[in-house]
């Protein structure tokens, strides 16, 4: 078997990713309740051995994740060069007000789209 380092960016791609399908999800559960007249709440005293586990799971991984996505996106749009210093404060005043949502933002505008070699040249240079 072959194992491949996790590196940051690819930790982050899966946060982002993760938070964006489990919101997804989440929307689809709720339109499914409110069509089919299912009672959410029902199922959490009727299962409530089963549901918590993978719950609590699920919302350790959006804290944890969303928290270091957050601050990682702050750092990057802090030192990125190839932005205006104009384009850094106003992403940074997106980013930091809207911790999930203006991380995610940034990430998928801005992080995601610039190419693995200006990353690394970014974090060897930080």
Known sequence: ??????TLRSFYRA???GTVSTLGAELALSIFC???GYDLMNAFDRWHRIIWPP?????LF????????????????????????????LWLILVVPTP???ALIYYFCVYERRSLRQAEAISTQA
């Open 100 to 102: 999930n949502l203006g």
């Open 34 to 36: 409110a069509f089919s």
């Open 62 to 89: 959006l804290i944890i994740g969303g928290t270091v996505l957050w601050l990682g996106m702050i750092r990057d749009c802090a030192i990125a060069r190839e932005m205006s210093v104009r384009a850094r404060v």
């Open 55 to 59: 719950l609590t799971a699920l919302i």
């Open 1 to 6: 078997m072959i194992y491949r380092k996790m």
């Open 15 to 17: 946060v982002a990713i």
